[in-house]
């Protein structure tokens, strides 16, 4: 049986990335909780990715060892962690654009 939590949580996080706030944080105060700017929410988005990634394959290792791992678990996570990597490099493509039509501009 394939466990709906994880892709649930990661339906409400994806949503709650594509809204512009952090899972947790209130939609009325966003960006208060933190107290940081763009530079630390980029950092910690960073983090997460490369904990889900971490997360990931530790789960691929333990797959042939452990028994209570299951296969459908590996896939879904394998799956969350190959999202959240794509989901960056949409990012940083977007930051790298948005940097060379600022350094296009005339002054």
């Known amino acids: ?11 409400a996080s ?8 952090a899972p947790g944080v209130s939609p009325s ?3 208060a ?4 700017g763009f530079a630390d929410a980029l950092q910690q988005a960073l983090r997460d990715v ?5 997360k990931a394959d530790g789960l691929r290792t333990r797959l042939d060892t452990d028994p209570s ?8 996570e394998l799956s969350k962690a190959g999202l ?4 960056m490099v949409q990012v940083r493509e977007r930051l ?3 940097y060379r039509e600022v350094m296009n501009m005339q002054i």
């Open 1 to 11: 049986m394939i466990n709906n939590n994880g892709m649930d949580s990661l339906i």
């Open 14 to 21: 994806m949503r709650a990335t594509a809204a512009g706030i």
């Open 29 to 31: 105060a966003p960006g």
């Open 33 to 36: 909780a933190s107290g940081g």
């Open 50 to 54: 490369s904990m889900q990634q971490a």
């Open 69 to 76: 791992v299951s296969l459908q678990d590996v896939v879904i």
């Open 84 to 87: 959240s990597f794509q989901m």
């Open 96 to 98: 790298v654009a948005a």
